[in-house]
RNA sequence: UAAGCAAGCCGUCUUAUCGCUGCGUAUGCAAAUACGGAGAGGAAAGUCCGGGCAGCACAGAGCACCGUACUUCCUAACGGGAAGGGAUGAUUUUGGUGACGAAAUCAUUACAGACAGGGCCACAGAAAAUAUACCGUCCUUGCUUCGGCAGGGAUAAGGGUGAAAAGGUGGGGUAAGAGCCCACCGCUCGGCUGGCGACAGCAGAGGCAGGGUAAACCUUACGGGCUGAAAGGCCAAAUAGGUUCCGCCACCUUCGGGUAAAGGGCGGCUCGUCCUUAUGCGGAAUGGGUAGGCUGAUGGAUCCAGCGCGUGAGUGCUGGGCUAGAUAAAUGAUAAGAGUUUCCUGCAAAGGAAAAACAGAACCCGGCUUACAGGCUUGCUUAUUUU
RNA sequence: GCUCGGUUCGUCUAGGGGUUAGGACGCGUCCCUUUCACGGACGAAACACGGGUUCGAUUCCCGUACCGAGUA
């Protein structure tokens, strides 16, 4: 499966099972790099690696701004998760916004790209 | 032309690249791929009302509880809306000695009942509701230092208090007073007329028959069964357990049991002793049902136009259109350009900078409330200019 | 998504039409003590916001904002 210059993010790449999700949170470790949080678990299953977006309703109490960042954070990991393909294991991923400000495109995809690095290192 | 108010409408656009979710067509067993076309709002928000829809409950009636409250109408329904009535307030004009009345315009209005019943009305005040008279006014008796003092009685006109003081104004009357009497204003009552009705008008009777509070209890009338799509319906892995069927047990028996065998515990091992052995083991089928999936679920009290009815909210007919359907939850990102507004430079042309609101569908509708940069249209009012 | 409840000194709370809005802890000043603590006296300090009903609203009604709880 050759998915370097595969910018799509289909349905199987998004973590959409509630069991698996309670699973990551229960056993997965984490990074911590501002402003995200990412939480990280490795999986032998065939799917590819799969990734959930989160930011809380505390720090951003409207819709619209929620869903504002949660794209952003979208358009960021599409673009770059050609990182993680050269990597061995499968990842199931949840990345935690923090920050209480909406961010900019340009700042957000180069953190996005360092923590990713850090993943791919471990 | 400018400002204000009211109503209605809009509320960024184009291109390129990379993406997301349905739908249609084609290929494919399928996963998927390719092409085409679609993809947030006026409030999607708050969840304050109402309805559809669904499950459960239900003979009928009453009580309790909750809600609503001028009238008529609109509507599927409403606590929403329309038209009207009353009340209150403001302005202008006007009548009257006065109390107050009349007309016009504008604004506000949760506006049933206080004679069904109790309850409450702080402070102040004599008294806060069946008037125990504080000051005062008047009559009278006694005393008097002639200034008054004390007692008995009449009096709600005046003062003062209060949010509110027991109809008001003018006159007569009286010892002083008082609807005690009269006129007017107001009030109450029944009648007639107009209006579907709220109510209005007219003439008459009654000296007036008694404050406020029901967004406190309450009364009356009307309405409300409860729960919400996380409702409800269908399909259905793996594991465990349920049911049914099949297979698997050494011998004797007087059917109570006995002997043997297998496995396990105690024990270093043998012996010994104890426990278990069809309520078991294996296989097949099958019902419920978990994860998960499908449905509910997007064509409707629908939208647009025309004609008609109605003062209006609305409504009838005809023609045309199809306009999101996600589910850890799509409708996006980046770049360039255009347009709008504001500011700066500039006579101008033009150039530069900044801003672009409120806000994101979650079963679907009808309303209400709240938020909102900027713009457009119509009507009314005021001001200015031109003809 | 749906359904309930609450908001009173800095904090925790009482009060449910007329109050000087009460109490505890905390804070400040003074007294006591050689000093600190304890104790005592005095003081400052609050009804979320906007309308309405009422003579009068923290209290009753409506709306807004914020906080919290329940429900798979």
């Known amino acids: 499966m050759d998915d370097a210059l595969n910018f799509r993010f289909t349905k199987a790449e998004r973590l959409s099972s509630k069991k698996k999700i309670e699973e990551l949170f229960a056993k997965g470790s984490s990074i911590y790099l501002y402003p995200f949080r990412l939480v990280y678990i490795a999986h032998t299953e065939p799917a590819p690696h799969q990734l959930l977006i989160s ?68």
């Open 55 to 122: 930011v809380s309703k505390r720090n951003f109490k409207k819709a619209v701004d929620r869903n504002r960042i949660k794209r952003l954070i979208r358009e960021t990991y599409r673009t770059n998760k050609h990182l993680l393909s050269a990597s061995e294991s499968k990842y199931r991923l949840a990345l935690i916004y923090t920050a209480k400000e909406i961010p900019e495109f340009k700042h957000l995809n180069q953190k996005l790209i360092e923590i990713l690095s850090r993943l791919k290192n471990m």
